[in-house]
């Protein structure tokens, strides 16, 4: 009983010393910017500005990055994400296949550099680097984000990967013969990601000479990225900054207790979704739930703290087409086990116990040891 109160007693004591060296600053945006044009043969340029808040960029480094087998490289694709870049892309292309070739116009212009281990679309962009499957994992991702049928091609004999879309129709900007694998009776036409010509490199359906007669797996993307976490913010204006803040309504509770988590956008924006991201123990960043503003820009949830130890918790908004998203302080919840609360309130009962029994028998024993008066003889 006292080994296990003095193992607990330490771990507690180290929690929740780390709960306070934790870093509690603001978080930086990081920021990236890619050219494009109207249609591949088009004169009309943009400039698309792409930010991705750092809550996002830690959520998708510290999730899982192992590949089991092939059909992992979906678990990639995160079409949710980057789907503020899909509605961007919209709003410029009136054809998929303007829309698709607007896609590997964004992933031309990221250098390439043979990367180890795979990185999720949103590490890809934050560290402007990457190879042929990172390359596709963001294209793939922005495809199926903007409605389009999309499929990774794995090239296993050429350690190559690119993209399968299917189009309405034929493309007409394809430069000599259109390819394409077929799937399921589906066309998918090829979408070479690699090259560093953002303007006049790979088209859809255009396939690169060694490719030509080779026979890729296609992947389906059912495995695709199943939980919604926060998005990258999009837009071609150039955007104003903005403010998050998350306050809690206690730093110290019992296991199972129910804390409110309450904050403030600025400027007081309504009807925006704020991302709260919560990590226990120092274990991965994970999607608590999303909430919405209301017409002040706040935005309140109560969560029940159901594991012990420290609770780490921020929020974050992504931003608009005017604003560009953040994240808040990161607040620390320091969440007793309900074991230890028994355990230390058996201890105090002992203690307590103990203390009695001591004084009692220091009293009798001053009884006993007391002199008696000597008896006077009559």
């Known amino acids: 009983m006292h080994l296990k109160l003095s193992e607990t007693l330490v771990i507690v004591t180290v929690l929740i010393t780390f709960s306070y060296l ?218 104003e900054s903005s403010e998050i803040w998350l306050t809690i309504s206690s730093t110290n509770v019992i296991q199972g207790s129910t804390i409110t988590l309450s904050g403030q956008l600025s400027p007081s924006l309504q009807n925006k979704t704020v991302t709260v991201y919560t990590k226990t123990n120092n274990l991965a960043w994970t999607v608590l739930d999303t909430v919405t503003t209301d017409s002040n820009g706040r935005f309140a949830y109560a969560w029940n703290a159901e594991v012990a130890g420290v609770c780490y918790i921020r929020a974050s908004w992504s931003g608009d087409n005017d604003y560009t998203g953040g994240d808040s302080q990161i607040q620390s919840v320091m969440v007793l086990s309900t074991f230890f609360i028994f355990l230390l309130a058996i201890t105090m009962v002992l203690v307590c116990v103990g203390t009695v029994v001591f004084l009692m028998s220091r009293r009798s024993q001053q009884e006993v040891q007391e002199p008696q008066p000597p008896e006077i003889p009559l």
């Open 22 to 239: 934790f870093p509690h600053c603001l978080s930086e945006n990081h920021s990236e910017s890619y050219q494009l044009l109207d249609s591949p043969n088009g004169s009309m340029y943009y400039r698309l500005n792409v930010v991705v808040s750092q809550s996002l960029f830690e959520y998708h480094h510290e999730k899982s990055h192992t590949l089991g087998s092939n059909h992992d490289f979906a678990k990639f694709v995160t079409p949710y994400a980057l789907k503020p870049i899909a509605d961007s892309l919209w709003e410029i292309y009136t054809n998929d296949e303007n829309f698709a070739n607007g896609v590997l116009m964004i992933v031309h212009q990221i250098p390439y550099d043979a990367t180890l281990p795979v990185k999720y679309p949103v590490e890809t962009i934050v560290e402007n680097k990457g190879d042929c499957d990172l390359f596709s994992y963001i294209a793939c991702s922005i495809m199926k984000a903007g409605g389009l049928d999309v499929v990774l091609l794995y090239y296993e004999s050429e350690a190559h990967m690119n993209v399968g879309v299917h189009l309405s129709y034929t493309p007409d900007d394809v430069r000599g013969q259109a390819y394409y694998v077929t799937c399921n009776d589906i066309q998918y036409y090829v979408a070479e990601c690699t090259g560093d010509n953002w303007k006049n490199g790979w088209r859809i359906g255009e396939c690169p000479n060694d490719l030509k007669r080779a026979f890729p797996e296609v992947i389906t993307l059912e495995n695709c990225e199943q939980e919604v976490s926060g998005q990258v913010c999009a837009s071609y204006e150039t955007l």
